[in-house]
Nanobody
Framework: QVQLVESGGGLVQAGGSLRLSCAASGSIFSTVVMGWDRQAPGKARELVARIIIGGATNYADSVKGRFTISRDNAKKTVYLQMTSLKPEDTAVYYC?????WGQGTQVTVSS
């Protein structure tokens, strides 16, 4: 059984930074795609970033240049480094790995 544990969310002022982590546990070996989505209040869930096992990445236009996704395959962990945060980045962030979604972690950016 795969379990994903997210951490790193919280409250930050506009212009600040946060780093999200998502660690997987269980009898698992590797996964091709890892990523992050987010859902703001009253809005549809949207893709934030993806990273494949070879290291290629893609980002939503709204976060390009500000967010960086990375992965540590040995630690079965995916990260999302968020900088220059804006109030519109406020959302619940969900990680994806090993065919599972995390429980979500709240990110709130105050103006």
């Amino acid at each position: 059984q795969v379990q994903l544990v997210e951490s790193g969310g919280g409250l930050v002022q506009a212009g600040g930074s946060l780093r999200l982590s998502c660690a997987a546990s269980g009898s698992i070996f590797s996964t091709v795609v890892m990523g992050w989505d987010r859902q703001a209040p009253g809005k549809a869930r949207e893709l934030v970033a993806r990273i494949i096992i070879g290291g290629a990445t893609n980002y939503a236009d709204s976060v390009k240049g500000r967010f960086t996704i990375s992965r540590d395959n040995a630690k079965k962990t995916v990260y999302l480094q968020m900088t220059s945060l804006k109030p519109e980045d406020t959302a619940v962030y969900y990680c994806y790995a090993y065919g599972r979604w995390g429980q979500g972690t709240q990110v709130t950016v105050s103006s």
